[in-house]
């Protein structure tokens, strides 16, 4: 009973064991099956969103009722998806744009990858897709620093470099230093002397970008050496970046503040100087000939006036102020004061009374009227009448 009793544990172990075992043998299986069928792409960067990647569905082997059945679906860690899977026509597009030097630096090769999942059954199938470098990028001079904007114009060196009148041949003058972004050949540089105030006094390796000077350097030579260089990369089409560097043959820092004291901004001075000299003269002749075109438009406007009122058959009609009348021809006086004068009941008096004023007598002139103005008819009865007491005035 005993024996029994040992084995029955032994059993149940030994169980246990082949289980796990067996599940462990079947999720290998299993696993192994997920992972089969791995692609590869490789791509260049700054493709347009909805470039082809390439077919998936061929590449894997895989129908395209069972992409849709499946539906099939990218699964990636990354927070950007740079890819879209179309599963209508089987095809893997670009869905962002895809910068390498932002994705990977100086990692070099540069790639990312990702998985499709496919349901019914469950299936995984990594795809990885290598960047490839483009020449997108142009070169960056970090010293000698420029004060422009845009180091791949020409711009102004805010130092000047020091050579001594007794500096032998092969002196260094300086080194530019560039660097390029870019990967491969594309981020190979090589200088060029693109310019020089005298080309047989100095020249720039083409490797490394240093300045020396090829012959005895004497008295004769200007303090002043300005130098253009430009700074090329091995990429198709090249890309390129011009500096200027200031060089100041001299032996004394006091010569060289004299002579290069408005070296740094004559250019800049000078354009400046040239723009508000334009400017202004823009400005002035633009008034000139507004005023002009002011003074010509009223002398015409004034001359089609009095060509019109020369031409015009309209009879000419006296002014009246308003609120006037004219009463005898020698003067003028206001409505409410002229009124008509009236005798008594006895003729032979001579005594004479006012009664209302003669404003229905009057005709006063109207702003839009254009007739004439009629003498008081009342004046003219009173004068007619041989008892007038005015006749015995006169």
Not at 112 to 122: M, S, W
Not at 147 to 164: H, I, K, N
Not at 170 to 186: P, R
């Amino acid at each position: 009973m005993s024996s029994e009793g040992s084995l029955q544990p032994k059993c149940l172990r030994w169980r246990l064991c082949c289980g796990l075992r067996w599940q462990v043998l079947i999720f290998l299986l299993y696993f192994s099956h997920v992972v089969s069928g791995q692609i590869r792409y490789s791509i260049p960067e700054e493709m347009k969103k909805g470039s082809l990647i390439g077919n998936v569905a061929q590449d894997l082997g895989l129908d395209l009722k069972r992409l849709r059945a499946g539906r099939a679906r990218i699964v990636t860690g990354e927070s950007i998806q740079y890819t879209e899977l179309q599963t209508d026509k089987g095809i893997l597009v670009v869905s962002e744009r895809i910068d390498r030097e932002q994705l990977c630096g100086d990692v070099t090769p540069c790639s990312f990858r990702f998985e499709i999942l496919l349901e019914n059954p469950i299936e995984l199938r990594p795809v990885t897709i290598f960047i490839q470098d483009q020449n997108d990028n142009a070169p960056q001079v970090l010293y000698p620093v420029q004060t422009g904007p845009d180091q791949s114009r020409l711009a102004t060196p805010l130092v000047a470099e020091m050579v001594p009148r007794s500096a032998d041949v092969g002196y260094l003058v300086t080194k530019v230093v560039a660097v390029d972004v870019d990967s491969g050949q594309n981020a190979w540089l090589s200088y060029k002397l693109q310019k020089a105030t005298d080309r047989a006094l100095f020249e720039v390796g083409l490797q490394n970008g240093e300045i020396r000077t090829i012959r005895q350097v004497t008295d004769k030579d200007a303090v002043k050496q300005r130098l253009t260089v430009v700074v090329e990369d091995n990429g198709q089409p090249s890309r390129s970046a011009t500096v200027n560097v200031n060089v100041a043959v001299a032996d004394s820092f006091p010569e060289v503040l004299s002579e290069f004291t408005d070296f740094t901004h004559d250019k800049e001075y000078n354009d400046n100087l040239t723009f508000y000299l334009v400017l202004a003269l823009a400005v002035v002749s633009f008034l000139f000939i507004t005023c002009l075109v002011v003074i010509i438009s009223v002398k015409i406007y004034r001359w089609r006036q009095s060509r019109i009122l020369y031409h015009s058959n309209l009879p000419v009609i006296p002014y009246y102020p308003p609120r006037y009348a004219d009463t005898l021809g020698t003067g003028t006086l206001q409505h409410v004061y002229n009124y008509e004068v009236c005798r008594t009941t006895d003729s032979r008096k001579s005594d004479c009374k006012f009664v209302r004023p003669c404003s229905q007598n009057v005709l006063i002139m109207d702003h839009s009227s254009t007739g004439t103005m009629q003498r008081m008819q009342s004046e003219q009865n009173i004068l007619d009448e041989p008892d007038s007491p005015l006749e015995d005035l006169v």
